[in-house]
């Protein structure tokens, strides 16, 4: 066993009359709580939040469904072209055609976010491919 050296054993009895002192006074004071910067919304936000997602996906489901008919019909199996060319033609055609459609249905596009654009393109490309494989089948 090694013997504490008297330095040290002092350091640790000062840190515990200093941590005890500090939780004395912290009792004392009243700590103000911290803000949200979370926005809670109405119910009638909620509400529109909720209609414009559903929205979104039937629109984004649709574009898919109609880009993987045409694109069978152009292209058929598509050995002629390389599968990422026509994966670009999709996403590019598909994301002009949903800045059109959006603000006819009252969706505000200058709102939308890079992970918005992600989720309704992912959705497109699902549903092409889907779509496209079902019918080469």
Not at 86 to 99: D, R
């Amino acid at each position: 066993m090694s013997k504490q050296n008297p330095k040290s054993k002092s350091r640790k009895e000062l840190t515990k009359a200093t941590e005890a002192s500090a939780e004395g006074t912290a009792a004392n004071v009243e700590v103000p709580e911290k803000k949200s910067f979370i926005k809670e919304m109405t119910p009638e936000e909620k509400q529109k939040a909720h209609r414009e997602g559903i929205i979104k996906t039937i629109v984004s489901s649709i574009l898919g469904i109609l880009a993987g008919v045409i694109m069978f019909a152009q292209y058929g199996t598509g050995t002629e072209r390389i599968w990422y060319v026509i994966l670009m033609i999709v996403i590019g055609v598909t994301y002009y055609a949903q800045k059109l459609i959006y603000p006819q249905l009252k969706i505000d596009v200058k709102e939308f976010k890079f992970k918005d654009w992600f989720y309704v393109e992912f959705i497109v490309i699902d549903f092409f491919l889907v779509t496209w494989t079902l019918l080469l089948n």
